[in-house]
């Protein structure tokens, strides 16, 4: 199905068209807001970076079983259980799924760089709706685990992460 040796044979062929491809031994799948995915674009070297332009979000592929979803602030982590759909490696300019990274070697992005980035960038935007606030605010208090957490936010999501953080607390208090 691939169209090339240098690429994983999961990629399909150009006349074959998007496949759904399952993680399963494969990879795991790191999929962003489109906003976010194209600020991490620029941090992060990747060997194919996919988008799905009718869900509006950026797909990192990384080694199966290599990242926890805590590892990755504000991502969805996609596993065994769950496919992706992948394009033929040179569908890279209109259609709705495409490469927005062209694909070589194996696809995969180092997880720790990944990580890392998203992490980075966490702490500058608002954790509810991925905006860049001019004032963003920084909410800090406990977890349901009992954890200290710092979470950054915009003014208009403020008072709801600042009753979240509360109502855990209160959950840790009880369960304590």
């Known amino acids: 199905m691939s169209q090339t040796a240098d690429l994983p044979s999961w990629i399909p062929s150009a006349g074959y068209g998007v496949s759904r491809v399952p993680c399963a031994g494969r990879f795991a799948a790191v999929v962003l807001p489109r906003p976010v995915g194209e600020l991490l674009l620029k941090a992060v070297p990747a060997r194919g970076v996919l988008t799905d332009v009718a869900a509006d979000v950026l797909v990192w592929l990384v080694p199966p079983g290599s990242l926890t979803t805590d590892a990755v602030p ?19 300019r209109w259609e709705p799924v495409r490469w927005v990274v062209p694909p070589r070697g194996d696809c995969l992005a180092e997880p720790g760089v990944l990580s890392s980035a998203l992490r980075r960038l966490s702490e500058r ?52």
């Open 125 to 176: 935007v608002c954790v509810c709706c991925w905006a860049f606030p001019e004032r963003p605010a920084v909410i800090t208090g406990a977890a349901a685990d009992g954890q200290s957490v710092s979470l950054t936010v915009c003014q208009l999501h403020a008072d709801e992460v600042t009753a979240a953080l509360k109502y855990a607390a209160e959950v840790a208090r009880v369960l304590a």
């Open 74 to 92: 504000g991502a969805s982590l996609l596993g065994p259980g769950d496919a992706v759909h992948v394009p033929p490696a040179d569908w890279r």
